[in-house]
């Protein structure tokens, strides 16, 4: 199996059996965003300890870059303090924008590696982060 065989079974599988789907009852912090040129929409809900994210769940509609890349983001999270999201988003913004960036530090990210050589679907790929950027600055 190819390395591209593989990143696209970790998008197909995060699609079609997408982690941390759900609410929150009580979040510490929500945000949502949409990509309204194609219709994705995101919403995300997080609790913290201290400055550390204790749990993330979001909801949302759209394609399979969209939806697989917040629940690939929502795992990368749990238990990562403010400073560690930010350094992994960045990285991750890096990747998405052909730049250079930390592999090993991506994990599971890495696989959406691909899409920016379509400029169109870097949209779909960020918009979580656009979202989880805003419920970090919204945190309570």
Known sequence: MSL????????????????????IEHPD?????SNPLCGDE???ELTFDGNTVKNVM?????????????????????GKT???????????????EGKDYDSE???DLEALSDVKRY???????????AVLNQALQDKK
């Open 119 to 129: 400029p169109a679907r870097v949209k779909c790929a960020s918009l979580s982060v």
């Open 4 to 23: 591209e065989d593989l990143f696209k079974e970790i998008i197909i599988e995060h699609y079609q059996h997408p982690k941390n789907y759900g609410h």
């Open 82 to 96: 403010i400073d560690e999201i930010k350094k992994l988003m960045s990285e991750y913004m890096n990747m998405l």
């Open 58 to 78: 979001f909801t949302g509609n759209g394609c399979s870059i969209s939806q697989s890349a917040a629940s690939m983001i929502t795992e990368a999270i749990k």
């Open 29 to 33: 912090a929500k945000a949502d965003g």
């Open 42 to 44: 995101i919403t995300m």
């Open 105 to 107: 530090l991506l994990g």
